[in-house]
């Protein structure tokens, strides 16, 4: 053993026998072990470690959590910004490429479910903070996109139960529920946050612009009417929900980590009826439509078009997608829609519509027919596997228009459109 006090130089590459994972590791940790004893004529110990084309499943996370132990943060924290908690005198140095392969290789298999129970399983080696759904993906770096996957057959509680480390539980809905847990996510209005995080704690519906965000939430978990559902009414249907304490405490979390990972700044809409919806916020179609009161009590009636005409409101609402593919959109609704400019948006009615029609004149008359005209864009038709929800620009009114079948509208939008989406909506920028 003495050979080792003398070692000042090690050279790791990835061995060719098919050692496990738990073998490797402890094999290169013995090395290097022994590389770290002290020696009269030692000041350092360089080590070089060549990280090449490795198996698709071989994890860079785990050697590195090997090397530095719990910690605050995740591996990927310090891959991206330095191992700031080794040892004083101690210091890992990636070079660019290599930084690059390490990062490739830990978000590609951060979200499969075996690596998702393998993290709860060592939580608490890794940490010392409670074990949460919110401290889990803070502590991993993991989005709760991430965590939720695109299956729809995943939920915090039922994965805790998988691995031991929570008592099994039973609910009949169980199944259905967790399949729309992933869209609960998206929601990043603060208004709408802070509503259903009361509404956990003591159940109380105060006025009818909380009664729509109550029925905005249960749109969002349930994709019939209370009646085709078998229950009462909306409130009965989340509060079968929320009797399962293990749904309740999950939805909750979700709720808490949309909160506390806020990003914008809503605004208030200016519209003369009562409706939760805020400016700039993104909301499915199912929310709108409930936020609205289009889905109500007694009724979700099918809606597939890309525009609506709300009678009762006096509003025309328009839902736009901006990057239409042919896989998504037959060639009839391969509608031009863009954006001009922050405040000026190109709009393309449907393909039947002509300029001389009843709609096609509510359109152009809006302002003195007090109607009104509500725009909901979106990028893509699918965002992390999932319908993608669409951003509230607010109204907007006539500008001028052109053709017929489709028309084209320009419409001035009446709130600045958020810098990071004229990005994404304007097709004249590359």
């Not at 590389?35 to 350092?44: F, Q, S, T, V």
């Not at 349930?222 to 009797?243: C, M, N, T, W």
């Not at 890309?306 to 060639?331: Q, R």
């Not at 029609?357 to 109607?371: G, L, Q």
């Amino acid at each position: 053993m003495s050979f080792y006090k003398g070692v000042y130089f090690f050279l790791f590459t990835r061995p060719l026998t098919s050692l496990s994972e738990t073998s490797l590791f402890t094999r290169s940790k013995k090395q290097l072990g022994r590389g770290l004893r002290l020696h009269d004529d030692k000041e350092c110990l360089t080590v070089l470690d060549f990280i090449g084309q490795a198996h698709k499943e071989y994890k860079f996370e785990d050697k590195f959590r090997a090397l530095i132990g719990r910690s605050r943060h995740a591996i990927k924290h310090y891959v991206e910004n330095g191992f700031s908690t080794l040892p004083r005198g101690s210091f890992i140095q990636l070079e660019k490429q290599a930084k690059d392969y390490v990062l490739r290789n830990i978000m590609t298999i951060k979200n499969s479910k075996q690596n998702i129970l393998m993290k709860l399983e060592n939580f608490t080696h890794h940490t010392s903070q409670k074990l949460t759904l919110v401290n889990f993906l803070e502590f991993y770096q993991l989005t709760a996109y991430d965590f939720y996957g695109r299956s729809g057959d995943r939920s915090f509680y039922r994965l805790l139960v998988e691995t031991g480390l929570y008592n099994d539980f039973h609910y009949d809905r169980e199944k259905d529920i967790t399949k729309r847990l992933p869209y609960l996510l998206h929601i990043n209005s603060e208004h709408l946050l802070s509503f259903y995080l009361r509404y956990l704690k003591d159940g109380e519906v105060r006025n009818q612009e909380e009664q729509f965000m109550l029925n905005m939430l249960y749109y969002t978990i349930f994709r019939k009417s209370p009646e085709k559902l078998e229950v009462d009414s909306i409130a009965e249907g989340l509060q079968e929900v929320l009797r399962s304490s293990e749904m309740k405490k999950e939805i909750q979390a979700i709720f808490t980590y949309n909160y506390q990972h806020l990003e914008l700044v809503e605004k208030s809409h200016d519209l003369p009826f009562t409706t939760p919806l805020r400016v700039h916020c993104s909301y499915s179609t199912d929310q709108v439509l409930a936020a609205l009161g289009y889905y109500n009590e007694e009724r979700r009636t099918e809606f597939r078009e890309g525009a609506i005409h709300l009678k009762d409101k006096k509003a025309d609402v328009f839902f736009i997608t901006l990057n239409k593919s042919d896989k998504d959109f037959s060639p009839s609704k391969m509608y031009d829609d863009y954006a001009m400019n922050e405040w000026l948006f190109h709009w393309q009615s449907q393909s039947r519509t002509s300029v001389t029609s009843e709609t096609a004149k509510r359109y152009i008359h809006h302002r003195e027919r007090n109607h009104q005209i509500l725009l909901f864009v979106r990028e893509y038709r699918q965002e992390n596997g999932y319908a993608a929800p669409f951003t509230f620009l607010g109204t907007a009114e006539y500008v001028r228009h052109s053709g017929s079948k489709p028309v084209s509208f320009v419409w001035k939008l009446h709130e600045k459109m958020p810098a990071k989406l004229i990005v994404q909506a304007n097709k004249h920028i590359l």
